[in-house]
T-cell receptor, first 113, second 115 residues
């Protein structure tokens, strides 16, 4: 068990809808990362937060947004969903910012129909 | 293009044998490398990491070798067990600015353990 908790485990929704994925990092970790994993793209970095502040952005669509709350949990919001957004969404955490191995949660499987 | 890649998408080995999973990277500025294991229905699990000032690091039944001359990374698993069946990813961190935002993952190699 990595100590990173993600909810829900599965999510099925229709195109055009909006969903929120939740992540609780490991105790003491200040950085939270969001990754998308699809069959054809592998693990793609979306966004990172450190102690409540956005730290880095990767290949995150404008329809997607995230935030990290004072208690350090994070939410990833996906809106105007398209079929191609179906994927596994992983959250990972580290204590700091640099060169620490990421500890991943077990992901949320999103299916857009 | 992607700077981290794996030579073999699928590797099948006999239980008890050693297995070697290879990874090539193209960015000479990368200074930190990680191997992850992902089992079905789970998130990637950290196995072992290595920094660019080292060429070998050993863990429990695993060894990571780094050859900076040819930009090659390998993961050796000794005496493979059924529980080693998973997809293995290498990842590199380019080090510029630090942070896992610079962490690039390979596509993965599926390791299958034959009984």
């Amino acid at each position: 068990d990595s100590g990173v908790t993600q909810t829900p485990k599965h999510l099925i929704t229709a195109t055009g809808q909006r969903v929120t994925l939740r992540c609780s990092p490991r105790s003491g970790d200040l950085s939270v990362y969001w990754y998308q994993q699809s069959l054809d793209q592998g693990l793609q970095f979306l966004i990172q937060y450190y102690n409540g502040e956005e730290r880095a952005k990767g290949n995150i669509l404008e329809r997607f947004s995230a935030q990290q709350f004072p208690d350090l949990h994070s939410e990833l919001n996906l809106s105007s969903l398209e079929l191609g957004d179906s994927a596994l969404y992983f959250c990972a955490s580290t204590p700091g910012q640099n060169n620490s191995p990421l500890h991943f949660g077990n992901g949320t499987r999103l299916t857009v129909t | 293009g992607e700077s981290v890649g794996l030579h073999l998408p699928t590797l099948s080995v006999q239980e008890g044998d050693n297995s070697i999973i290879n990874c090539a990277y193209s960015n000479s500025a990368s200074d930190y490398f990680i191997w992850y294991k992902q089992e079905s229905g789970k998130g990637p699990q950290f196995i072992i990491d290595i920094r660019s000032n080292m060429d070998k690091r050993q863990g429990q039944r695993v060894t990571v070798l780094l050859n900076k001359t040819v930009k090659h990374l390998s993961l050796q698993i000794a005496a493979t067990q059924p529980g080693d069946s998973a997809v293995y990813f290498c990842a590199e961190n380019r080090g510029v600015g630090g942070g896992a935002d610079g962490l690039t993952f390979g596509k993965g190699t599926h390791l299958i353990i034959q009984p």
